[in-house]
């Protein structure tokens, strides 16, 4: 797996630095098929190591290289509302930065696999990005529902294969997020509603039961990922 992180501590405080890459060497997405994972906020270096492995070991061969990206989020509560706010605008320009990497190193598609936080992370970035992306697995988006903003991913030729992953059983996106953004209920709980119609397939993961925590289990999520995997073919 290659890393690539954003984040330094300070004494006790989790920063935004300098990008350091590490891990396997960049030359292997050469031709490749990659999927970069995008964590949500308050994992520590060990928790963000083993949910990563999971994950790539649930995907199994859907992809050929994992791509681990690594930024600060608060830890706190209070901090935590505060990093959506102040955090991920930055965390996806570095975001950005990695797409661009693994294309210039000549990856052949470039999934993004985003999870809480690190879904408006991972749209901005693959709007920003002068190469766009492959495709986009999002689950329990931890955002507002309208993703309408987002709509030149899937008008861009090759177009981005968009997928939710939404649960009403997910207490953090129903309640947190109904309460940050008023009235605008949350992509993790309720799935895309937007007045241009909808961008992204819509994955209900109500069946699982899946709260906040569940989707790297998800078979939803594994079908989506083979879906990507049949599309790019």
Not at 61 to 85: H, N, R
Not at 92 to 104: H, M, N, P, R
Not at 126 to 149: E, F, H, I, N, Y
Request: hydrophobic share 40%; with cysteine.
């Amino acid at each position: 797996m290659i890393w690539a992180s954003c984040r330094r501590s300070i004494g006790g405080s989790v920063l935004f630095g300098s990008l350091r890459w590490s891990g396997s060497s960049l030359l292997d997405v050469k031709d490749r098929h990659v999927c970069i994972l995008v964590h949500g906020s308050k994992n520590t270096r060990g928790q963000l190591e083993k949910l990563y492995r999971e994950i790539a070991n649930r995907y199994g061969t859907t992809f050929d290289v994992f791509l681990a990206f690594e930024w600060p989020g608060g830890i706190t509560p209070l901090a935590y509302l505060g990093t959506s706010l102040l955090s991920v605008g930055r965390a996806a320009d570095y975001l950005t930065g990695v797409i661009e990497t693994c294309y210039k190193h000549g990856a052949r598609s470039v999934t993004v696999d985003a999870h809480s936080l690190g879904v408006p992370i991972a749209l901005e970035a693959a709007l920003q990005s002068a190469w766009g992306v492959d495709g986009l697995l999002l689950k329990a988006g931890a955002m507002p529902r309208d993703l309408s903003k987002y709509r030149p991913l899937v008008e861009a030729v090759p177009a981005a294969a968009v997928d939710v992953f939404f649960s009403k059983y997910d207490p953090i996106v129903k309640w947190l997020y109904r309460l940050w953004w008023p009235f605008r209920g949350a992509l993790g709980c309720y799935g895309e509603s937007t007045n241009g119609g909808n961008i992204a397939t819509q994955w209900n993961c109500e069946s699982e039961k899946a709260r906040h925590g569940d989707y790297r289990h998800s078979s939803a999520v594994a079908q989506a990922a083979v879906n990507n995997r049949n599309r790019r073919l």
